[in-house]
């Protein structure tokens, strides 16, 4: 069975860093590209960052970019999202997520097969 577990979410103050971690198990993604998603309250899940199979590139979302940094290590099977400067509309339940079947990035939930449970980050201003 394929999981992906995150973890390193909680209430942080603005201007404030949190680390988030995502450990997959059952299979491993070291060939596929990853990602981080996040759904804001009241708002649809949206794109926040990528990182190709080898880690040689990166994608971010304009919201997020200067700010955030994704990593991975493929030896662990772990991807990481570094988050400084968090501001409030940062506040969302974050998700990690894998593709399985092709190498290409996509910045769209809908072509990510597999999907951590999501964990929360809460901003205060």
């Known amino acids: 069975q394929v999981q992906l577990v995150e973890s390193g979410g909680g209430l942080v103050q603005a201007g404030g860093s949190l680390r988030l971690s995502c450990a997959a198990s059952?299979?491993?993604?070291?060939?596929?590209?990853m990602g981080w998603f996040r759904q804001p309250p009241g708002k649809e899940r949206e794109f926040v960052a990528a990182?190709?199979?080898?880690?040689?590139?990166?994608f971010y979302a304009d919201s997020v970019k200067g700010r955030f940094t994704i990593s991975r290590d493929n030896a662990k099977n772990t991807v990481d999202l570094q988050m400084n400067s968090l501001k409030p509309e940062d506040t969302a339940v974050y998700y990690c997520?894998?593709?399985?079947?092709?190498?290409?990035?996509?910045?769209?939930?809908?072509?990510?097969?597999?999907w951590g449970q999501g964990t929360q980050v809460t901003v205060s201003s």
């Open positions: 059952g299979r491993t993604f070291s060939n596929y590209p």
């Open positions: 997520a894998a593709r399985g079947t092709t190498y290409r990035v996509s910045y769209s939930d809908r072509e990510y097969e597999y």
């Open positions: 990182i190709r199979w080898s880690g040689s590139s990166t």
